[in-house]
């Protein structure tokens, strides 16, 4: 197809390079100013490579990711961004924090709006791209279905795990008393849960970050609840509990069968 040409695209459009093309929203796609014959970027909300021909911008092709290994990273055709993975009894889990979305403001509600929002630690999109992954309230994680194990805002061929199989990566992870010293970062199981913390929409801090993981399951626990996983710092157990659904929790996939 020739040399691609990157964009300068000025900082405030937030648009990402991954795999040698600019990734971009339509909106900020429209937004860029001198406009040249050739230009290329990777569209988000259709996730496909779009080129300007001189009088538009022309659809061409999807970016796919031909034999996906456990074990080696995955790239999420959404906004081409990479994920690692890890085999655990022989379940392939995310060995990363989910990040996809539009970043929101932490005071605000996630909505079904036809668009995947999220959080980041002290609203700072940075760190959701660079440290912490983002933070989810559980009606969009799961994209507004109550099904479990519904995608959700995972990539397509991946769901979002139940308590079963967040009770099954645990049991084989040491049991509930160790499992958490053996899936926090730096482990021997290559989990690498993160300390991202939660953030509480009620009263509006982001808390616990560098001290405590918070997983959401798929699994409801009444109609304003739902299960959730805490491993903390410092402590070998993995907790199972229930939270509003209004918290911001991180997000791991788990590979579909």
Known sequence: MGT??????????HAKQSAGLVVMTSMQRDNIGDLEMGMQIFNSDTRKINYYDGYGWIEISGIKQADFYCGNPLLDARDGQYYNTVDINGVCWMAENLNYGTMINGSDDQTDNGIVEKYC????????DDTYGALYQWREMMQYSTIEGAQGVCPDGWHLPTQTEWNTLINNTGGPNYAGGNLVIGGPTGFDALMAGQTNLFSYPFIDVGQKAYFWTST????????NVIIQYGDTHAYSSQQDKYYGHSVRCVYDD
Do not use: D, F, I, R
Not at 4 to 13: A, C, E, G, I, K
Not at 220 to 227: K, P, R, T, V
């Open 4 to 13: 691609t040409q990157l964009l300068n695209v000025p900082y405030s459009l």
């Open 121 to 128: 630690y002290t609203n700072n999109e940075n760190l959701c």
């Open 220 to 227: 409801q626990s009444g109609s304003g609840y739902a299960n």
